[in-house]
């Protein structure tokens, strides 16, 4: 399965761990000035602790005093956080009813605001995303969470500058995990990839002795290499994060590319059968299904290929966005390219940005429409972003165009970036490199 390349989400990045100990007063109800440092926890991707045994006694505050407004915010974080450890998403709707209950008694409160906003990047909802982390800044302009969200819808919807602008102005008001994989992520995007790894190494002295934000930051780091095509320093850095948090996901399935990478495919498809089975995400199950194919186990791939829409269905019935992914997914195996084409239109008009473009570029590519994709492909290029997939993009794209020199160029320059970007693609770059 390709990959879009998307870090910058509240859902992917991260700010310090804090223990549950003191969250709770003796008698059930959340102390407001462990609160607010909770709630950053949570909206950051991380557990404040045994996120179920939070829910429970949250749920126990709330049911004592329902409009206790501190305990209904971190009530609708905590179940956002139990979506992203199970993989379930059918908390994000209990959350939403939650929060919303907050603002009705609280409609300025910044954990409710904020909570709001991330669920909302968690879903997939850029523009609804957006109106909240203004909402969050305008309440508290010297917060540095506020502009997390709103950097984070901000590119999402292609406005690069003023997403910049606002993770910077992060990073100065609280230097964290969360601000400075921030900015590794915008220099990511600029194409700036030694800064990108400087900043997530700071985001990883500003983790040091947190379990899970450490694990995360060297399987982010792990994919800055990979990206690269540098397998042995991601695997050191994916081990680490193995080491830092046993049984970690992203880990196994970082490790899971570099196996395919290797020419190892049943070793691939061990470790993301491992990851899928602990969180059924639906890049897990789609990168399974392409290694359980290479390692000739074609009818688990199929039951793979089947979850995939299983998993997909549930999402949106849960109110999760997926029109862009999907649209990539369907466009890499010819699924009615007439519908999948509409649908990478629709996903890149509520979704205009670098990624949007790529995949509505690849989705006109595939159907005959070279011309148009062109533009696309340009747009999808236009920050300096250094991505093998893009590059093979822009190359199939110009081999249909008939320039076959800078066909070649674009090949090439995907497989000097990563000799393994995609365990379907690379193949055919190598081919037509020729």
Same mark, same amino acid.
């Given at each position: 399965?390709?990959?879009?390349?998307?870090?910058?989400?509240?859902?992917?990045?991260?700010?310090?761990?804090?223990?549950?100990?003191?969250?709770?007063?003796?008698?059930?109800?959340?102390?407001?000035?462990?609160?607010?440092?909770?709630?950053?926890?949570?909206?950051?991707?991380?557990?404040?602790?045994?996120?179920?045994?939070?829910?429970?006694?949250?749920?126990?505050?709330?049911?004592?005093?329902?409009?206790?407004?501190?305990?209904?915010?971190?009530?609708?974080?905590?179940?956002?956080?139990?979506?992203?450890?199970?993989?379930?998403?059918?908390?994000?709707?209990?959350?939403?009813?939650?929060?919303?209950?907050?603002?009705?008694?609280?409609?300025?409160?910044?954990?409710?605001?904020?909570? %709001? /906003?991330? !669920?909302?990047?968690? *879903?997939? &909802?850029? +523009?609804? #995303?957006?109106?909240?982390? $203004?909402? =969050?800044? @305008?309440?508290?302009?010297?917060?540095?969470?506020?502009?997390?969200?709103?950097?984070?819808?901000?590119?999402?919807?292609?406005?690069?500058?003023?997403?910049?602008?606002?993770?910077?102005?992060?990073?100065?008001?609280?230097?964290?995990?969360?601000?400075?994989?921030?900015?590794?992520?915008?220099?990511?995007?600029?194409?700036?990839?030694?800064?990108?790894?400087?900043?997530?190494?700071?985001?990883?002295?500003?983790?040091?002795?947190?379990?899970?934000?450490?694990?995360?930051?060297?399987?982010? %780091? /792990?994919? !800055?290499?990979?990206? *690269?095509? &540098?397998? +042995?320093? #991601?695997?050191?850095?994916? $081990?680490? =994060?193995? @080491?830092?948090?046993?049984?970690?996901?992203?880990?196994?399935?970082?490790?899971?590319?570099?196996?395919?990478?290797?020419?190892?495919?049943?070793?691939?498809?061990?470790?993301?059968?491992?990851?899928?089975?602990?969180?059924?995400?639906?890049?897990?199950?789609?990168?399974?299904?392409?290694?359980?194919?290479?390692?000739?186990?074609?009818?688990?791939?199929?039951?793979?290929?089947?979850?995939?829409?299983?998993?997909?269905?549930?999402?949106?019935?849960?109110?999760?966005?997926?029109?862009?992914? %999907?649209?990539?997914?369907?466009?890499? *195996?010819?699924?009615?390219?007439?519908?999948?084409?509409?649908?990478?239109?629709?996903?890149?008009?509520?979704?205009?940005?670098?990624?949007?473009?790529?995949?509505?570029?690849?989705?006109?590519?595939?159907?005959?429409?070279?011309?148009?994709?062109?533009?696309?492909?340009?747009?999808?290029?236009?920050?300096?972003?250094?991505?093998?997939?893009?590059?093979?993009?822009?190359?199939?794209?110009?081999?249909?165009?008939?320039?076959?020199?800078?066909?070649?160029?674009?090949?090439?320059?995907?497989?000097?970036?990563?000799?393994?970007?995609?365990?379907?693609?690379?193949?055919?770059?190598?081919?037509?490199?020729?």
């Amino acid at each position: 399965m390709s990959r879009i390349l998307i870090a910058g989400t509240a859902a992917a990045l991260a700010a310090a761990v804090l223990g549950l100990g003191g969250v709770l007063r003796s008698n059930g109800a959340v102390a407001p000035e462990r609160a607010r440092a909770a709630a950053s926890v949570l909206a950051s991707g991380f557990a404040a602790g045994d996120t179920t045994a939070l829910v429970a006694q949250l749920q126990t505050a709330v049911r004592r005093d329902p409009r206790n407004v501190h305990d209904l915010g971190l009530l609708g974080l905590a179940y956002q956080q139990r979506a992203r450890e199970t993989g379930d998403p059918s908390w994000y709707p209990k959350s939403g009813g939650i929060l919303a209950r907050a603002a009705a008694i609280a409609p300025r409160d910044l954990i409710v605001t904020s909570g %709001l /906003g991330s !669920l909302e990047l968690s *879903r997939h &909802r850029f +523009a609804e #995303a957006l109106v909240y982390g $203004r909402r =969050a800044v @305008a309440l508290a302009p010297s917060s540095a969470a506020g502009y997390g969200i709103l950097g984070d819808s901000l590119v999402e919807l292609g406005r690069y500058g003023a997403a910049f602008r606002a993770f910077d102005t992060m990073a100065r008001l609280k230097p964290s995990v969360a601000s400075y994989a921030r900015i590794a992520y915008a220099r990511e995007l600029r194409g700036d990839w030694l800064g990108a790894v400087d900043a997530m190494r700071l985001a990883g002295y500003s983790a040091a002795g947190r379990q899970e934000p450490t694990a995360w930051v060297h399987a982010q %780091l /792990g994919k !800055l290499f990979w990206n *690269r095509g &540098r397998y +042995a320093a #991601a695997t050191r850095e994916y $081990r680490a =994060a193995l @080491a830092a948090f046993p049984g970690y996901v992203y880990a196994l399935d970082g490790l899971a590319q570099v196996a395919a990478a290797q020419g190892r495919p049943r070793r691939a498809a061990a470790l993301e059968r491992r990851a899928e089975e602990t969180i059924p995400l639906p890049q897990f199950v789609g990168f399974l299904s392409e290694v359980e194919r290479a390692a000739g186990h074609d009818r688990a791939a199929r039951r793979s290929d089947a979850l995939i829409g299983v998993i997909d269905r549930v999402l949106h019935a849960n109110g999760v966005r997926t029109d862009l992914e %999907l649209a990539l997914i369907r466009t890499d *195996r010819g699924i009615d390219p007439k519908g999948t084409l509409a649908l990478a239109r629709r996903a890149q008009k509520a979704r205009p940005s670098i990624d949007g473009d790529d995949v509505l570029a690849w989705a006109l590519a595939r159907s005959g429409r070279c011309t148009e994709a062109l533009g696309h492909s340009q747009r999808a290029l236009r920050l300096g972003t250094r991505d093998a997939l893009k590059f093979f993009h822009r190359g199939m794209i110009e081999r249909c165009l008939g320039d076959a020199s800078a066909a070649r160029m674009w090949f090439h320059r995907a497989l000097s970036l990563n000799p393994h970007f995609s365990i379907r693609w690379s193949p055919v770059a190598r081919r037509y490199a020729s």
